[in-house]
């Protein structure tokens, strides 16, 4: 049976003020550091979901995040963004640099591994990339 639990990052505008998981429709857990949990509610005004996969150094990966990403391991890195695309209802990623979008799964299956991931940035930091892709929240 799958694990309906999802995840999410909190913030406050532009600063990370903590995390929430739902675990089922009735029981919710939030934490400021993401690994002591408890009932407690933070304040936020936004809210990023987890993508379902890890980074290399096993950080979550949540949309808007932006990252440093190989397709083909014998390729150099590129840096793209993580989004939600609404019509193909898929989270996937945007490469800075021009490209098309590449989805993270296809029919459940991961097409990244994730030794081939690296956050090291968020997109709502960066508003002059912001406009560059066209992201709208």
Not at 10 to 28: C, N, P
Not at 31 to 47: H, L, T
Not at 52 to 68: K, M, P, Q, T, V
Not at 92 to 116: T, Y
Request: aromatic fraction near 14%; hydrophobic fraction near 40%.
């Amino acid at each position: 049976m799958e694990n309906p639990e999802r995840r999410f990052r909190l913030r406050q505008d532009d600063k990370i003020v903590g995390y929430m998981r739902k675990v089922t429709a009735s029981m919710v857990m939030y934490s400021v550091d993401g690994f002591w949990w408890r009932g407690i509610k933070p304040e936020y005004n936004q809210v990023d979901e987890y993508t379902g996969i890890r980074d290399r150094n096993n950080r979550f990966i949540y949309e808007w995040d932006i990252l440093e990403f190989k397709i083909d391991p014998d390729q150099d890195y590129l840096k793209g963004v993580v989004l939600w695309e609404g019509r193909q209802k898929v989270f996937g990623i945007k490469p800075i640099d021009g490209g098309s979008f590449v989805p993270l799964f296809l029919e459940g299956i991961a097409l990244f591994n994730p030794r081939e991931l690296k956050v090291f940035s968020h997109l709502w930091l960066n508003p002059e990339l912001k406009a560059q892709l066209k992201v709208r929240d």
